[in-house]
């Protein structure tokens, strides 16, 4: 013979199971929002960095710029020291 569980002892085996199983949920639930949260922190970071280097960048002198103004400025001094002699 098999002996059947009581209906009163599985009803609360599957009461505390649910409990758990909402206990994890809520839990999972609750991680999910913080790197929800966190995401969009960074993502508003990175946006503010971005705009800060399109900023820096465009206000900066492109080097080949600077390179061909050192070389005329150059030429212009050796050519003076040319002249006065």
């Given at each position: 013979?098999?002996?059947?569980?009581?209906?009163d002892?599985?009803?609360?085996?599957?009461?505390?199971?649910?409990?758990?199983?909402?206990?994890?949920?809520?839990?999972?639930?609750?991680?999910?929002?913080?790197?929800?949260?966190?995401?969009?922190?960074?993502?508003?970071?990175?946006?503010?960095?971005?705009?800060?280097v399109?900023?820096?960048?465009?206000?900066?002198?492109?080097?080949?710029?600077?390179?061909?103004?050192?070389?005329?400025?150059?030429?212009?001094?050796?050519?003076?020291?040319?002249?006065?002699?």
């Amino acid at each position: 013979m098999t002996a059947h569980p009581e209906p009163d002892l599985v009803a609360a085996d599957l009461a505390e199971m649910r409990r758990r199983l909402d206990v994890r949920t809520a839990e999972v639930e609750g991680r999910l929002a913080l790197i929800s949260q966190r995401s969009a922190q960074y993502e508003r970071d990175a946006d503010e960095l971005h705009a800060r280097v399109t900023q820096l960048e465009s206000g900066r002198w492109p080097l080949p710029s600077l390179a061909a103004l050192t070389g005329l400025a150059a030429l212009l001094v050796t050519l003076w020291q040319a002249v006065a002699r």
